[in-house]
């Protein structure tokens, strides 16, 4: 064998090898599942949870269970669900009061931390006895974010430029990448945290009218809005079909300012995006029925509604 052709078969060889460890890295990294578990503990928790009966008298129960199609409100939460059809989009704004913020939790797929486990909305919030749900961060296809869950950390290292913490005393705060310290949002009692974004408020509250993403355009989408605590705006728009176009990140952003809150969070969209209501889609996502399998939920399950009490 010539000199020449010996060398061009070891250099076809060596990227063949090069390409073939490069797919098992994929493969292992960003693929199969691996249980990742959880590595640092708990946030900080105050001695006694906020609770906000009082602040909001007239929006909870003395233990009845109140409810329509799309509402309800027991000794816990109130929620409403409102369906608006506006410019060739349509979105739901569910309205939210917190009794106390433990109320509002996240779930993963395969019920532990991990990379490469995904599932519908639709299933992890019949999983978790949901009676709503929608689509959260998608952590599991990276390998670096930021993950506080419950109260628990499970990864502390950034991905995105936007991160959104919500505290156990109600408040939530976004910070772009070089403002969010890890440990002082576990020291302060984060009780959840997100990694996606962007932020869809400034620090006036006003919206946000430049986004420096790919992902501006119109696009189904996901996002948490926050009044006080206690009081929560999450919001669905439909996209990508013929009876809703999606919205802009500008056209979200000043959605989220018409409604008054002071700050928002844009959550994973696209196929993404899915909200739920009593184990069933209420949202049309963009892909199938079900939207695109993911790897987290954020949900309520009031403690009524699981043991199936209903308005007398």
């Not at 984060?190 to 990694?195: N, R, V």
Request: charged share 25%.
């Amino acid at each position: 064998m010539k000199k020449g052709t010996r060398l061009f078969f070891l250099f076809t060889a060596d990227l063949l090898l090069t390409a073939l460890a490069l797919c098992v890295f994929s493969l292992f990294h960003h693929v199969l599942p691996r249980s990742i578990g959880h590595l640092y503990g708990s946030t900080a928790t105050p001695g006694e949870i906020a609770d906000w009966k009082e602040k909001f008298p007239d929006k909870f129960t003395d233990g009845r269970v109140i409810e329509t199609d799309t509402s309800y409100r027991d000794d816990e939460v109130n929620i409403t669900l409102t369906t608006y059809v506006e410019d060739g989009v349509t979105y739901t704004v569910a309205d939210l009061y917190l009794r106390r913020i433990t109320s509002l939790r996240t779930a993963m797929a395969g019920e532990e931390f991990a990379t490469g486990v995904a599932d519908s909305t639709l299933n992890l919030s019949r999983k978790a006895g949901a009676l709503f749900a929608v689509s959260g961060d998608y952590f599991g296809i990276r390998q670096r974010s930021i993950v506080i869950r419950n109260g628990e950390v499970y990864r502390k290292t950034p991905a995105h430029a936007y991160i959104c913490v919500l505290y156990y005393d109600g408040t939530m705060e976004t910070y772009t990448f070089g403002e969010f310290d890890v440990d002082r949002a576990i020291a302060g009692g984060a009780w959840q945290a997100w990694d996606f974004g962007p932020a869809l408020l400034d620090e006036k509250g006003a919206a946000v009218t430049d986004f420096d993403t790919g992902i501006a355009g119109e696009n189904p989408r996901i996002g948490l809005g926050y009044y006080e605590p206690g009081h929560y705006a999450i919001v669905a728009v439909d996209g990508r079909q013929a009876h809703s176009r999606g919205m802009t990140l500008p056209e979200f952003a000043a959605l989220f300012e018409r409604l008054g809150c002071k700050t928002a969070y844009n959550l994973d969209g696209g196929n993404s995006a899915a909200m739920t209501w009593r184990g069933e889609m209420f949202s049309s996502p963009s892909k199938e029925k079900e939207g695109r399998d993911i790897s987290d939920i954020i949900y309520l399950s009031p403690k009524r509604y699981q043991e199936g009490e209903s308005t007398p």
